[in-house]
């Protein structure tokens, strides 16, 4: 019945009459908050002697839900159904937030931090339950940052004292995969296109374990790695219809957005590739690329756990123990192409200051290509002489006693001149 009154928590006019348990209660529409609540009984014992128990003693619910509270509880349910979590998800979700807004120092945060809480409860509740979900996705619900958001969630951790896993990569790489709409035959995608989900599942579980062998990994975000390998995959198993294809097209075609980094991890997934290619005997004789190493990705995944090794060997190796490899490989007269001599005795001789080109290390990305840092400038101090010099800097350099009576009797006249009056 509006305007029966005003609601003692926001003011509204908005009162309504509500049935609860059978009960009338005055209501505000605009935050919830009861503002009469009517009698309930719990017992039969009560209801025997007719004792009345209003609704707080009997939920034990001493204080009022505020409308932050209230609004940031919706907005963990919503989140949950948008993601289509089971009910128990949603169920601890809500209990982790409600643990959380107890704390004093998330209640008086500001509004996009407990924005940002709400993701960090559904994110916590599916790790503990092996529920394959990062953050970049989250952040991509809420339109959060993605720097608030991990400072959020570990803050979250620590004040609860909760017991997170880590996320399986392998389940990740099952569930993405699963997204992808290249296992049917449709007006949008061509005959050519579509292929087996177990073949291109395994094959991109196999790319993904090797990307994390090589370094790509670590530090990074997952999606665009995975991505990259799900791409290379799929051109793999069908490398003479595919390899015209581009990684852009390739998303488009299987409806899944194209992450930033994806292309670069590609280009580096590639470079390993062609890296443990150089390892395989009957490889070595052609000359292949980023675009026709894709034909022989089976071969290199078959035989990834020894040339990985063997490429590690190598990288590691004594520089005596390269030359000696390197005079090994050539024979007489092999190594005169190369600016070396040959000395008849089948020993080769290097020209002084030179050694023979060592294997490409294989090394993480950040060591290949360490980021440039940017030395600041000092700032430029002229000194011309000219600048004020205060009465403390010049007592300190007064040296000699000499000097120190010099200087009192400037002082001195100085505040004689000043004190003379003018003449009339």
Not at 227 to 244: C, G, H, I, K, V
């Amino acid at each position: 019945m509006p305007g029966g009154g005003r609601c003692p928590d926001c003011g509204s006019t908005e009162l309504v009459e509500d049935s609860h348990y059978s009960q009338n209660q005055l209501v505000c529409s605009d935050c919830g908050c009861v503002v009469t609540e009517g009698v309930l009984t719990t017992t039969f014992t009560d209801e025997g002697n007719l004792r009345e128990v209003t609704y707080s003693r009997s939920t034990g619910k001493n204080e009022q839900v505020s409308r932050s509270q209230q609004r940031g509880l919706c907005r963990v349910r919503d989140l949950c159904r948008v993601l289509q979590l089971p009910p128990t998800f949603e169920d601890t979700a809500v209990a982790y937030y409600q643990q959380a807004y107890q704390h004093s120092g998330i209640r008086a945060a500001r509004l996009q931090k407990k924005e940002v809480l709400v993701g960090c409860c559904v994110l916590i509740t599916c790790r503990q339950r092996n529920w394959p979900l990062t953050m970049g996705t989250i952040c991509t619900l809420l339109y959060a940052d993605l720097d608030v958001f991990s400072g959020t969630y570990l803050q979250m951790v620590k004040v609860l004292g909760l017991d997170v896993p880590s996320l399986c990569l392998v389940d990740l790489v099952k569930t993405y995969c699963s997204s992808f709409k290249l296992f049917e035959a449709s007006p949008s995608v061509p005959a050519k296109y579509v292929e087996d989900k177990e073949k291109m599942l395994s094959r991109t579980l196999q790319l993904v374990e090797l990307a994390d062998e090589t370094w790509l990994v670590t530090g990074r975000h997952p999606l665009p790695v995975i991505t990259a390998a799900t791409f290379l995959a799929w051109q793999s198993l069908r490398p003479s219809d595919r390899l015209t294809c581009s990684l852009a097209r390739f998303c488009k075609l299987a409806s899944v957005d194209l992450p930033y980094p994806a292309s670069s991890r590609l280009q580096e997934l590639l470079a390993v590739l062609l890296r443990l290619a150089g390892q395989l005997a009957w490889l070595q004789v052609l000359k292949l690329d980023k675009r026709s190493v894709v034909a022989h990705v089976g071969d290199l995944l078959q035989h990834r756990h020894m040339l990985v090794r063997k490429a590690l060997r190598d990288g590691t190796a004594e520089p005596d123990a390269l030359d000696a490899r390197e005079k090994g490989l050539q024979g007489p007269g092999q190594g005169q192409g190369w600016g070396k001599e040959d000395r008849g005795d089948g020993s080769v001789d290097l020209p002084a200051g030179k050694r023979p080109a060592s294997p490409t290390l294989l090394l993480p990305p950040c060591m290949l290509k360490p980021p440039k840092r940017i030395c600041p400038t000092p700032p430029v101090c002229t000194v011309t002489g000219d600048e004020d010099i205060s009465d403390s800097e010049i007592e300190q350099y007064l040296r000699s006693p000499q000097e120190v009576r010099d200087f009192q009797r400037a002082q001195a006249a100085r505040q004689a001149a000043t004190s003379v009056p003018n003449p009339p």
